[in-house]
């Protein structure tokens, strides 16, 4: 006794779309993706050009403004941004009520959220100075907050932001220096660590980006709706990819094994898949990963590590190149699989590897936000294809 389908003509007419694989759900002037092609452009500029000849705060300004800045523009985003690196110091505070082993995602969905109830000047969404706030106090104190759940986790002072240091170079300063020492950040890691924050920085209607518009519709406050993009982002088959692809490596653990994983991969019955590789867009090599990969290599030969997983890695890249299965379903290695290795080489623990994901893909998800804010756009509200019983009378507990 299912529902009677005609009676949804009365509902009006809608498209049945799971997993929204062919349904635009937005307008949107900030990202082109061309899945086929492998092609990826903020702003009409090619995802390669903008990681080999831009850097992070200039790309979040292209998304931000459709353009890309002027020198003075550029100079004084980098000096606001710079200068809104701290955090209230009661955030502080809210640390010590997490349990030292909490993953850090979880710390960063609960700070992240909770920065709207401490910066009440900035949330009225109508605003446009108020979104403009919003956004560069989010861009700016996401690594501090980064940081710190990591140092939390550690049992380690925090450590505070530099005024004089770059983006990249001061979440690293802010990760691996101690009170007693300074940590020297090589300028090959700050770049690495800068490509990986670009290459993630937008991504158009993916899972986070679109929980980030669905819950912006409502006209929920900025920090609110990043929170939930970071918990969207938390997931294997999104940001936690990364982080699931380590745990992978380590699964393995050596090259001997990997032809037992290929196979389970490649059984239908097993739901085992390999970490790291297809996507839902590119049906070709993802651009990112292609410029990931090259970072890797230079990452890998300045720090001079010779970590049997990266063998692992480098011997699963090669299968899916080769292998008939890999080839027809064009399941390429990903930009996370790379991000994932050179995250490791720096010495950054696995359960960091997806918050440095949300750090980099912050700038997207504002972007759309205000996008979807400044367009007046209607709340998001999906429909459904009911597939539950056709009314009944209520049962009486004594009669069931
Ligand atoms: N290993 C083995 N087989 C795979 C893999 C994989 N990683 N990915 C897809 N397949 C197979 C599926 O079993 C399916 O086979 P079938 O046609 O015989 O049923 C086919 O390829 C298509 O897979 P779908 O799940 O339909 O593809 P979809 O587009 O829905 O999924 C996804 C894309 C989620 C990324 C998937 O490839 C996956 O789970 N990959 C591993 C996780 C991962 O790396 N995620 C990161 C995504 S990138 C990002 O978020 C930045």
């Not at 061309?34 to 995802?47: F, M, N, V």
């Not at 109830?117 to 996401?142: G, V």
């Not at 950054?348 to 918050?355: E, G, K, L, R």
């Amino acid at each position: 006794d299912v529902v009677d389908v005609s009676a949804l003509t009365s509902q009006g007419m809608f498209t049945y779309d799971p997993g929204f694989v062919s349904t635009a759900a937005c307008e949107s002037k900030i990202t082109y993706i061309d899945g086929g092609q492998g092609i990826l452009l903020h702003g009409g500029y090619p995802i390669d050009e903008l990681a080999e000849h831009s850097d992070y705060l200039e790309t979040c300004w292209l998304l931000w403004n459709g353009e890309l800045p002027t020198k003075e523009e550029k100079e004084r985003f980098i000096e606001l941004v710079t200068h809104h690196t701290m955090v209230h110091d009661q955030l502080s505070a809210f640390f010590k009520g997490f349990r030292r082993d909490a993953h850090p995602m979880a710390i960063m969905c609960g700070v992240v959220g909770a920065l709207s109830a401490f910066y009440h000047d900035s949330l009225d969404i109508t605003s446009d100075k108020h979104r403009q706030k919003s956004a560069i106090r989010l861009i700016a104190k996401m690594p501090t907050i980064a940081a710190m759940a990591y140092k939390f986790s550690i049992g380690q002072p925090f450590i505070y932001p530099r005024n004089d240091l770059g983006y990249a170079e001061n979440f690293l300063h802010m990760m691996f220096s101690t009170p007693c020492e300074d940590y020297k950040v090589s300028p090959v890691l700050a770049d690495a660590m800068d490509k990986i924050f670009i290459l993630h920085a937008d991504h158009e209607q993916n899972a986070s980006t679109s929980t980030v518009r669905l819950s912006g519709s409502t006209g929920a406050n900025p920090f609110a709706c990043i929170s939930a993009g970071i918990a969207a982002l938390w997931g294997p088959s999104h940001g936690g990819a990364n982080e699931a692809v380590l745990n992978m490596l380590e699964e393995i653990g050596d090259v001997s094994r990997i032809d037992e994983f290929v196979a389970k991969a490649k059984d239908k019955n097993d739901p085992f898949r390999l970490m790291g590789f297809g996507h839902r867009v590119y049906k070709n090599f993802d651009p990112r990963a292609k410029v990931m990969k090259s970072a890797a290599d230079d990452v890998l030969a300045e720090l001079g590590v010779n970590d049997p997983l990266l063998a692992v890695a480098k011997r699963l890249e090669e299968i899916a190149l080769e292998d008939p299965y890999f080839k027809e379903k064009k399941l390429y290695p990903n930009v996370d699989f790379y991000s994932g290795i050179i995250l490791k080489a720096m010495g950054i623990p696995t359960s960091m590897f997806t918050v440095i994901f949300a750090l980099g893909r912050t700038p997207g998800w504002i972007a759309h936000w205000n996008e979807m804010i400044a367009a007046n756009s209607k709340i998001g509200r999906p429909r459904q294809l009911y597939t539950g019983p056709a009314q009944r009378k209520f049962v009486p507990l004594d009669q069931r």
